[in-house]
């Protein structure tokens, strides 16, 4: 869909500016480089769309079976994971123990 949208556009534009060069030649180059801003523009856009809708980022942690089992293990034994062990005991923010 974003594809087929740019290549209308595409043409639209490229339409518009040979309009516009023939129409005022004194101002050819001018035409010629608002067509290619806009072109790059254009692609640019197409790709990032494109690569956003092939792609989606997960928005929870990433979590592989072993840092499953080690904080079943941390539950289990009542012990709370390595970075809240090793912090001062007034810093220990008990929200952030495993649930």
């Known amino acids: ?12 534009i490229d339409s518009v500016a040979s309009r516009f060069s023939d129409r005022f030649s004194d101002r050819r180059l001018l035409a ?35 840092t499953i089992r080690v904080k079943q293990a941390f539950q289990e034994r009542g012990i709370m994971p390595p970075s809240v062990i090793y912090s001062p005991a007034h810093e220990i923010d008990e929200s952030r123990a495993i649930a």
Request: cysteine-free; glycine content about 2%; proline content about 0%.
């Open 1 to 12: 869909m974003a594809i087929g949208i740019a290549v209308v556009a595409l043409r639209l």
């Open 32 to 66: 010629q480089q608002t067509n290619t801003i806009l072109r790059f523009i254009i692609y640019m856009v197409t790709i990032v769309v494109a690569i956003n809708s092939v792609i989606t980022l997960e928005q929870k942690e990433f979590e592989t079976d072993v």
